[in-house]
């Protein structure tokens, strides 16, 4: 996946988004040459979400809403990730991404 990101961003139609733009407005040099994993690349979140929870009461704040969200695509695909994703202990696996609203307490 990262080889694939790495030949995308080099496509002369490929457009970047403002964040890969120096501040002339040119294209910074291509990121995605120096990783080859995702550990490497420090975007993938290792923390679990009963870990979340807890370090959100530590630093005194409430989780006034957590949606959490699966795959995209036709509904067929969505019913498999939600269905996937309430499966106890790898449920996590099938999060997409959530939503969270922290109140401080």
Known sequence: MLRTAEAIYDLPEFVPRHW?????????????????????????NKLDIPTFRRLALDAKFEI??????????????????????????????FVSFALIELIRL
């Not at 890969?20 to 993938?44: C, T």
């Not at 995209?72 to 106890?88: D, N, V």
Request: proline letters at 5%.
């Open 20 to 44: 890969d733009l120096d501040q002339n407005g040119r294209k910074k040099p291509n990121k995605w040459k120096a990783w080859s994993s995702f550990h490497e690349q420090g975007y993938i």
């Open 64 to 93: 006034g809403r957590l949606e959490l969200h699966s795959f995209g695509g036709s509904p067929a695909r969505q019913f498999i990730g939600r269905s996937l994703m309430r499966l106890p202990v790898v449920g996590e696996y």
